[in-house]
């Protein structure tokens, strides 16, 4: 008698914790950003904003550093980024939005340090277990665009040799170490 209660009690406690977790585990959607390499100097920023105002760079490693031209001032070299993706984890459905902002700073002969703001955005709808690939692309000289792009491409963009990995995020901030 006194075992079957203590196998009824431990059976009680067993579907009480499989309640409380089922419940405590949330939706959970995907969206990787890709950012092709791109030229820049290191005061330049490439940030993507959420629609709660978080924010996160995109900015990768150095891929190659050069001297643009003889009007930089000293010791501000022109530096090739590498193409980056960052994988960003949201337990929340529903829309979201996103927007890049590109501050390009650059050096003209006459007038010296310029810079110019470049945005662009995209609206993505957040479904439990869905992934979404969001590509960062430049159009021409004059402007920045995002795209969402099929598991193709992002196939593609997933081999190149010298993609650079950031670390995820999991609803916009970073995921602590050992998590």
């Known amino acids: 008698m006194k075992r079957s209660f ?15 977790t089922g419940n405590s585990i949330k939706a959970q959607s995907t969206v990787y950003f890709f950012m092709r390499d791109n030229d820049g ?8 904003r959420q629609d709660d105002d978080k924010s996160f760079s995109l900015r990768g490693g150095i891929k190659k550093e050069y001297k643009h031209y003889d009007w930089y001032p000293e010791g501000v070299n022109l530096i090739k ?4 993706v960052r994988k960003c984890t949201y337990n929340e459905e529903g ?3 996103f927007e ?24 993505l709808n957040l479904t439990s277990g869905s992934v979404h690939y969001v590509y960062i692309s430049f159009k021409g000289l004059t402007g920045i665009e995002m795209e969402e792009v099929d598991e193709k491409k992002a196939e593609k963009l997933f081999k190149d040799k010298d993609l ?3 670390p995820a995020l999991v609803d916009g901030e970073p995921v602590a170490k050992g998590k």
């Open 6 to 20: 203590q196998l009824i009690f431990r059976g009680i406690i067993l579907m009480t914790l499989v309640l409380i």
């Open 41 to 48: 100097i290191p005061e330049g920023k490439l940030q993507i």
């Open 81 to 84: 980024y590498k193409p980056t």
């Open 95 to 97: 829309q979201r939005d």
């Open 100 to 123: 890049i902002e590109w501050y390009h700073v650059y050096y003209l002969p006459q007038k010296g340090r310029q810079v110019k703001t470049y945005n662009a955005g995209i609206s």
């Open 164 to 166: 650079d990995t950031l």
